[in-house]
């Protein structure tokens, strides 16, 4: 399974963006998706899951900003729009795949995006 981020840059607090993750393999109807953030210098962190049947999950700093989604029929691909952006937002941003179970944790992921960065200035 190979997993491609895309759509990070810069972009001043308040401004959004949205990110895209691509994958390959003919069974992604059925993977846990995810996307975590990591912060400069600190550990990465879980932003938010979807899984093959649309459910999902948020932490709670991305609740009522971001929103996560998929399109299993034409891109195989998640998205992550990120709305309302702050400086703490900084940092890059992971897709991250499993089995199709819901987990909050990076240890819960099999397959993982080389990451794209995302900057957000004050």
């Known amino acids: 399974v190979r997993l491609v981020e895309s759509g990070g840059g810069l972009v001043q607090s308040g401004d959004s963006l949205r990110l895209s993750c691509t994958a390959s393999?003919?069974?992604?109807?059925?993977?846990?998706m995810a996307w975590f953030h990591q912060a400069p210098g600190k550990e990465r962190e879980f932003v938010a899951v979807v899984l093959g049947s649309g459910a999902t999950a948020y932490a709670d700093s991305a609740k009522d900003r971001f929103t996560i989604s998929r399109d299993n029929a034409n891109k195989n691909a998640i998205y992550l729009q990120m709305n309302s952006l702050k400086p703490e937002d900084t940092g890059d941003y992971y897709c991250?795949?499993?089995?199709?179970?819901?987990?909050?944790?990076?240890?819960?992921?099999?397959?993982w995006g080389q990451g794209t960065q995302v900057t957000v200035s004050s």
């Open positions: 991250a795949g499993n089995w199709g179970h819901l987990s909050r944790t990076a240890n819960g992921y099999s397959y």
């Open positions: 393999g003919d069974t992604f109807t059925t993977y846990g």
